[in-house]
């Protein structure tokens, strides 16, 4: 008898944290969504909803045993999505157990009704695909009925390190940084005289280059809700302190193209990064650097993520006055983000794209996370897609995670149901509004 009361507590706090979660919106601290008008601009007979597959699902495919040449046809326009769907078909008995391919059907359940992802529906989720598909159809997307969120935060990946959008109140920007401070072989084409060109500066020195770093600044500073760098894909994120006077040199050996050691890249990197940081700070932008796993497949080095959270407290400590929002949750690393954030000021942790690497492992470190860190310091969402229809899927997975977490502790008799609820919106957005100073 006893345990069926328990039984029925748990469903009674269930259900009253869970409706409280759906109905609190989330403000999305990550995506790589392009503008709609540039969705909208693919033609309907090249536009299959196939393609979204692509990102993050098609590297569980590759793990499971696809090869590239299977992904490129997977990824392939031009077919049709019957043929594009017989790549997926023999494997998808092996994937569609991960949150990847879970959020995926989420998004295909919640948005056209439509149960599971298999051949007998393929071409109905086209259709509707399709019909969604629509001007508008971003705001209906964020709305309450899907995926409920008023704002988002996008590291644009056109190139340009700020996107002006069309829609600057649902699609936020964040200012990428890594071309004020990378080098050359990993900025996507922003070369020195390419990113100085819209300041129309002639780079002949590193004060020079500051210049142009400020202009951006200036430019963007008070549009852009934060700073981003993903450079973590390319080296460790040991950025130590270099001073001006031994940086100067290296960058006028950079600018001469003069032959230089892995040595002298990466003291001139560290240099500029700190001088970066340092104009985030100033404009009061929070620095968000990627941290843990890593997306794609057979490259992730692991010895290197595993580095990452060390190297995070010392950008904590010789940065003091900085806002870092250490982003993924440090996968597979969020025990030490949780060290990290309890112990640093500067520290925040953004839960971005962990509900579809690991969801058992986003609920338990949040979880962990509300008895040990404060509260604000915590942002619980960022779908991290390209697709805005993904993002429906992701976030319905995060809610239930949520609400889970939050009905554990209650039932663990750390919180009361009341302080359960209170956390609630702090979590989902306030925390996010105070950190990126959204109105
Ligand atoms: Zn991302």
Redesign the pocket.
């Known amino acids: 008898m006893k345990y069926r009361k328990n039984m029925e507590d748990r469903v009674d706090i269930w259900k009253e944290i869970f409706e409280k979660v759906r109905k609190t919106p989330f403000i999305d601290t990550?995506e790589?969504l392009s503008e709609e008008s540039d969705r909208l601009s693919i033609s309907p007979e090249k536009d299959s909803w196939i393609s979204m597959m692509g990102p993050y699902f098609s590297d569980d495919l590759i793990s499971a045993g696809l090869d590239e040449q299977g992904r490129a046809k997977l990824l392939d326009t031009e077919l049709s999505l019957h043929e594009r769907w017989a790549v997926v078909e023999p494997l998808w008995g092996a994937v569609r157990n991960t949150a990847y391919a879970k959020a995926l059907e989420f998004s295909v359940k919640e948005l056209y009704g439509i149960d599971e992802i298999s051949f007998s529906t393929i071409d109905q989720i086209q259709e509707k695909y399709l019909e969604f598909r629509k001007e508008g159809f971003y705001k209906e997307a964020f709305s309450s009925r899907y995926a409920h969120i008023e704002s988002c935060q996008v590291?644009s990946l056109d190139g340009a390190p700020f996107r002006e959008s069309e829609q600057p109140e649902l699609l936020m920007q964040d200012l990428s940084i890594v071309p004020m401070f990378a080098r050359e072989e990993v900025v996507l084409g922003l070369s020195i005289e390419k990113f100085s060109e819209p300041a129309n500066i002639s780079v002949q020195s590193i004060d020079d280059w500051y210049k142009v770093i400020d202009w951006y600044f200036v430019q963007y500073g008070e549009k852009a809700v934060a700073v981003k760098s993903?450079n973590a894909y390319n080296r460790d994120l040991d950025y130590d302190p270099v001073a001006k006077e031994s940086a100067a040199p290296l960058f006028l050996k950079r600018i001469k193209k003069e032959e230089m050691s892995e040595e002298e890249m990466k003291a001139l990197e560290n240099h500029l990064f700190g001088y970066t940081v340092g104009k985030a700070t100033e404009y009061n932008l929070p620095v968000k650097l990627?941290t843990g796993y890593f997306?794609g497949f057979n490259g992730m080095p692991m010895a290197r993520v595993a580095r990452n959270p060390g190297d995070m407290s010392n950008l904590c400590m010789n940065f003091p006055n900085t806002r870092f929002v250490f982003?993924h949750m440090t996968y597979p690393y969020e025990s030490e983000l949780l060290a990290l954030t309890k112990h640093h000021r500067g520290a925040v942790a953004d839960m971005?794209?962990a509900w579809i690497i690991d969801p058992v492992a986003a609920q338990n470190f949040l979880k962990r996370y509300l008895v040990t860190a404060p509260l604000n310091k915590i942002l619980t969402f960022g779908g991290?897609h390209s697709y805005v229809e993904c993002t429906i899927g992701h976030a319905a997975i995060a809610r239930r995670g949520i609400a889970r977490a939050l009905t554990e502790l209650v039932q663990e008799e750390w919180f009361t149901l009341e302080e359960a609820l209170a956390v609630v919106e702090p979590i989902m957005c306030g925390n996010a509004k105070e950190i990126f100073h959204i109105d």
């Open positions: 990550h790589h590291n993903q990627h997306a982003m971005c794209w991290d």
